[in-house]
Nanobody
Framework: QVQLVESGGGLVQPGGSLRLSCAAS????????TGWYRQAPGKQRVLIAH???????NYADSVKGRFTVSRDNAKNTVYLQMSSLKPEDTAVYYC????????????WGQGTQVTVSS
């Protein structure tokens, strides 16, 4: 059974940082394209970054230069390091994986809330 478990969300002030984690069981991140998505209130879920099996990473313009994706194959965990956070980064963040070469994959995490507010 595949399970993705996200953690690390919370309330942070503008300009602050958070690191989200997504731990997988039943599937190996290193075998699939993996994405980080977010969904703000009243808006659609959007892809903000992804990491390929080879470790190449791409970012949406909205987070480029502020967010960093990494992957620890030994822990089967992907991370989203977020810095210089803005109120518009407030959203539920999801990791996703499970298909080769395309997103979204078959599996989603439960989501973790990030709120950026003073």
């Amino acid at each position: 059974q595949v399970q993705l478990v996200e953690s690390g969300g919370g309330l942070v002030q503008p300009g602050g940082s958070l690191r989200l984690s997504c731990a997988a069981s039943g599937i190996s991140f290193s075998n699939y394209l993996t994405g980080w998505y977010r969904q703000a209130p009243g808006k659609q879920r959007v892809l903000i970054a992804h990491i390929t099996t080879g470790g190449n990473i791409n970012y949406a313009d909205s987070v480029k230069g502020r967010f960093t994706v990494s992957r620890d194959n030994a822990k089967n965990t992907v991370y989203l390091q977020m810095s210089s956070l803005k109120p518009e980064d407030t959203a539920v963040y999801y990791c996703n994986t499970g298909r080769i070469g395309t997103l979204p994959g078959n599996y989603w995490g439960q989501g973790t809330q990030v709120t950026v507010s003073s």
